[in-house]
T-cell receptor, first 112, second 113 residues
Framework: IAGITQAPTSQILAAGRRMTLRCTQD?????MYWYRQDLGLGLRLIHY???????GKGEVPDGYSVSRANTDDFPLTLASAVPSQTSVYFC???????????FGPGTRLLVL | GQQVMQIPQYQHVQEGEDFTTYCNSS?????IQWYKQRPGGHPVFLIQ?????EVKKQKRLTFQFGEAKKNSSLHITATQTTDVGTYFC?????????????FGKGTMLLVSP
């Protein structure tokens, strides 16, 4: 069982480019989340999904979009990347909202 | 909005010394969770506390949830170099019928041998 996988592991992206970060879980968890982690700012929630077909905005949603077409996948899209989106992005899932969250290995993104 | 404050931001101890990190919420929580993140790694779930005044132990780690369900602490007895990492608390609050987690900014622990 893999748990949660994220791709790519790391990426260097030119400003203005579109980028999709992939996240897949095989635990059949209902809830999934995207966080960004920046030094000194901790983990901040970007978007979440309590169940397939629904999504919601977190603390820092601007510049990001998500979709949840099925239980397993929760891609995060940066429509037009900006340098302030340089960060480490973690995807997480939990059996239900508010329960323990299981994190993926992260994607390190550098926007130049 | 809900805020979760964590102190200290950073602590450096000698191996064998004790360590405590504190977490305070501006609102009453339905539960609190603790996570550990090793350098270069991802957050890993440690424990969840639900009941007012609850105390749970995992080997050398002791977790407490305050009576008012607004604060929590993690205490490590006799630290080891394997305890190095950042410890995050995350408060869960029932809001409009669903729960959201708010993470503290973490306490980075460095243990010198």
């Amino acid at each position: 069982i893999a748990g949660i996988t994220q791709a790519p592991t790391s990426q260097i992206l030119a400003a203005g480019r579109r980028m999709t970060l992939r996240c897949t879980q095989d635990m059949r968890h209902n809830a999934m989340y995207w966080y960004r982690q920046d030094l000194g700012l901790g983990l901040r929630l970007i978007h979440y999904s309590n169940t397939a077909g629904t999504t919601g905005k977190g603390e820092v949603p601007d510049g990001y979009s998500v979709s949840r077409a099925n239980t397993d996948d929760f891609p995060l899209t940066l429509a037009s990347a900006v340098p302030s989106q340089t960060s480490v992005y973690f995807c997480a899932s939990s059996p239900t909202h508010g329960a323990a969250e299981y994190f993926g290995p992260g994607t390190r993104l550098l926007v130049l | 909005g809900q805020q979760v404050m964590q102190i200290p931001q950073y602590q450096h101890v000698q191996e064998g010394e004790d360590f405590t990190t504190y977490c305070n919420s501006s609102t009453t929580l339905s539960n609190i969770q603790w996570y550990k993140q090793r350098p270069g790694g991802h957050p890993v779930f440690l424990i969840q506390l639900v009941k007012s005044g609850e105390v749970k132990k995992q080997k050398r780690l002791t977790f407490q949830f305050g009576e008012a369900k607004k604060n929590s602490s993690l205490h490590i007895t006799a630290t080891q170099t394997t305890d190095v990492g950042t410890y995050f608390c995350a408060g869960s609050r029932l809001d409009s019928g669903y729960s959201t987690l708010t993470f503290g900014k973490g306490t980075m622990l460095l243990v010198s041998p």
